[in-house]
């Protein structure tokens, strides 16, 4: 399962590593049953009882070399599985023995997708991520650009311990076996993830280089959850098409929008004086 981890030398800071594993069919999965049985009866609000785990997170010691499966990754899979409201909606969950607790949440924005979808005549992703402890949304956008076909996607990550904000491009390579997306922030690589895609079962390291950043615990949670939604984006993207050409063409939109997807929209300052 694991390859060969790169040797470093004792002179750099060692690099962090994780193991994305996607399902390609959650339901048949043998391990399924088991994990769905501790996350519905764990004390946690935030895996309910319309999803289903949908893959596994491994760390690796930096010290040691050795991983630890110790991520669970969930999906809503009424809303994923719903023609009139497919939305992606992923979580993880840390396991620590018979511990279980949510890590954070990944959300398809189905609203700006349209609309920016119609301005730049392709289909273009959007998600946000929530965090526990986090008092910031990330949005995580998909951005066109005219002469590059491959994805490119941005964000910005504050780091509270250093008060310093990170502006993140992750761009899919032109060439690669799998999907392939480099790290970079201010024009430097500082990370791969580095992908092997059949179907919806998507396969993934991701490392990161860049001391802080793979020190910091909630932006290695924050990559991890955009691999795990790397597998879906084909059919997120064919979702969208079909969205906007029913509104080009003046038909009945078949497009519920979900009132959890509204909550994230609210302004929040719209009680303000």
Known sequence: MFGTSRSRDANHHPEAVRYVDMWAFPKMHPTNIDLL???KSADDRQFGTNMDVC?????RDPATGDWEKNHLVGIRSDVWNSPEQRRLVLKTFKTTGERIRWIGTLEEITTREVHNSIGSRRAVLTFAAILPGCEFLINVQQNHRTFRIPAIFTFCFYDEAEDRVWYIDLKRKWVSIGADFVIESGGRRIGLIDGKLIGFGYNAYIRVSEPTLAANGRFMDLLTLFATSVGYHRAIRRSIKRRVRAIRSGKPIEHVVED???????NPRRRAA
């Open 260 to 266: 959890e997807e509204f909550w994230l929209l609210k």
């Open 37 to 39: 049985q501790r996350l």
């Open 55 to 59: 893959g596994v997170v491994s760390d």
